[in-house]
């Protein structure tokens, strides 16, 4: 497809041509959506090249500051894209305990608030107390997004979702999870409710649970 070029751009850590390419996409028109896809594509392969020691992590995080900057870039565009500006209700979101990624689940945040939804980001490497001391804190929330990049962290989304079944609020907040490395199975084994392969699925879910069309 057309985007290949800023896939290839992003594997080739050419970030001046990654801009130039968002520019040219975004002056056809292209959704803001599928630019940002075709450069989480380029960020897979990347991936893909540092499990085989081709790259390093500081090679990942120069790649995660580019993707931030289009992020930024294509924010005012992504809440446009989303249409009425009224609040439909509340999602509380973070990377799950012992996972640092923030990129997918700020995009998340991103089109949940351009869509209407208070958002409450309880950012990185949430330890589980801090969740369930937000449900507590947000009672009008009804649903949590939780987000995983690390396979090393399943064991602690499983025991996120039992702190919160601890404190007795499961039944307040269906939670929804994602990430990389997260598959429906893995979302049902962890005790989860719904599994969003990205952040648009994300974003119908919580649509679906609020009632909104
Ligand atoms: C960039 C990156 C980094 C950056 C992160 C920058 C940042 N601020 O986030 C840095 C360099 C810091 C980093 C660090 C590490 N990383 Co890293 N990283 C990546 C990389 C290349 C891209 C991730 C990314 O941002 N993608 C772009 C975003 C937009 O995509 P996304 O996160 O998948 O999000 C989308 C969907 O998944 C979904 N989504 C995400 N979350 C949620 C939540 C909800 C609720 C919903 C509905 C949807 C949803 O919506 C998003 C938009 O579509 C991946 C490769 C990969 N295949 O993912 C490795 C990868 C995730 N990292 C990996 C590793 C190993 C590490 C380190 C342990 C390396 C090290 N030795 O230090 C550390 C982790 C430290 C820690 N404790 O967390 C491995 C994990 C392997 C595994 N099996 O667990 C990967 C897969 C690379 C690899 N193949 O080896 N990393």
Redesign the pocket.
């Given at each position: 497809m057309e985007f290949s070029k800023l896939t290839e751009a992003v594997v080739a850590f050419d970030e001046n041509r990654i801009y130039t390419f968002v520019d040219e996409y975004l002056d056809q028109g292209m959704l803001a959506n599928h630019i940002?896809?075709a450069?989480?594509n380029g960020?897979?392969t990347?991936?893909?090249r540092?499990?085989r020691e081709e790259i390093f992590?500081?090679d990942?995080?120069f790649?995660?500051e580019i993707?931030?900057n289009v992020m930024k870039k294509l924010k005012p565009i992504l809440v446009n894209e989303g249409g009425p500006k009224e609040v439909f209700g509340k999602v509380i979101?973070g990377?799950v305990k012992?996972?640092?990624?923030?990129?997918?689940?700020?995009?998340?945040v991103m089109i949940l608030r351009g869509n209407g939804f208070e958002v409450v980001d309880l950012g990185?490497?949430v330890p589980y107390e801090k969740v369930v001391e937000a449900i507590k804190s947000n009672p009008d929330s009804r649903i949590l997004?939780?987000?995983?990049?690390?396979?090393?962290?399943f064991q602690a989304t499983t025991m996120t979702v039992e702190a919160i079944k601890g404190a007795g609020l499961r039944d307040k907040v269906k939670i929804?999870?994602?990430?990389?490395?997260?598959t429906p199975k893995v979302a049902k084994e962890t005790g989860c409710d719904?599994?969003?392969?990205?952040?648009?699925?994300?974003?119908n879910?919580v649509r679906e649970v609020y009632g909104v069309p």
């Open positions: 940002l896809k450069f989480r960020m897979s990347l991936g893909d540092y499990k992590v500081s990942m995080m790649a995660g993707m931030r979101i990377t012992g996972d640092i990624h923030d990129l997918g689940k700020d995009l998340v990185v490497d997004g939780l987000s995983v990049l690390l396979t090393s962290v929804m999870v994602g990430g990389g490395p997260v719904f599994f969003g392969e990205d952040a648009v699925t994300g974003l879910y």
